[in-house]
């Protein structure tokens, strides 16, 4: 191998001192193009509209999970009941208010909201400083 060209084949090395490497081991071994299937029954797996060779295995797997689950008669309940208890944590989910007599409260500290709540009304505190009353006088409430 020489080290000035270090992906000449070592198989061509009287080509490549002469400075024509091969040819052929400069090219890679798969094109990366999906191969034609031939029509007189050639000995290539693969189907015609493009698909992997144990694709029809893959589907028999994914049916077979499909009726166990649909055999199941407990899923959809399962599947009801968190659907539940997630939107009642959402909804009594209290740790975003602050103590509001505590004088001394950490202002930079983080509010816990919710992603789906910041998504529904986007104007939600970020930091509890947003959450403190700075003026408690309105003129408008008289």
């Given at each position: 191998?020489?080290?000035?060209?270090?992906?000449?084949?070592?198989?061509?090395?009287?080509?490549?001192?002469?400075?024509?490497?091969?040819?052929?081991?400069?090219?890679?071994?798969?094109?990366?193009?999906?191969?034609?299937?031939?029509?007189n029954?050639?000995d290539?797996?693969?189907?015609?509209?493009?698909?992997?060779?144990?694709?029809?295995?893959?589907?028999?797997?994914?049916?077979?999970?499909?009726?166990?689950?649909?055999?199941?008669?407990?899923?959809?309940?399962?599947?009801?009941?968190r659907?539940?208890?997630?939107?009642?944590?959402?909804l009594?989910?209290?740790?975003s208010?602050?103590?509001?007599?505590?004088?001394?409260?950490?202002?930079?500290?983080?509010v816990?909201?919710?992603?789906?709540?910041?998504?529904?009304?986007?104007?939600?505190?970020?930091?509890v400083?947003e959450?403190?009353?700075?003026?408690?006088?309105?003129?408008?409430e008289?």
């Amino acid at each position: 191998m020489n080290l000035a060209d270090p992906w000449s084949s070592t198989t061509g090395s009287s080509d490549s001192n002469n400075g024509n490497p091969n040819a052929a081991s400069l090219q890679f071994e798969d094109n990366f193009e999906p191969t034609v299937v031939h029509s007189n029954g050639g000995d290539n797996q693969q189907p015609r509209d493009g698909r992997l060779p144990d694709s029809d295995s893959y589907l028999a797997a994914l049916e077979r999970r499909l009726r166990r689950i649909r055999s199941n008669p407990t899923v959809l309940q399962q599947l009801a009941e968190r659907r539940e208890a997630c939107m009642q944590h959402l909804l009594s989910d209290n740790s975003s208010t602050p103590a509001r007599g505590n004088p001394e409260l950490d202002l930079d500290e983080p509010v816990n909201n919710h992603e789906l709540l910041r998504f529904i009304r986007p104007e939600q505190a970020l930091s509890v400083a947003e959450l403190v009353h700075l003026v408690k006088y309105d003129h408008l409430e008289q």
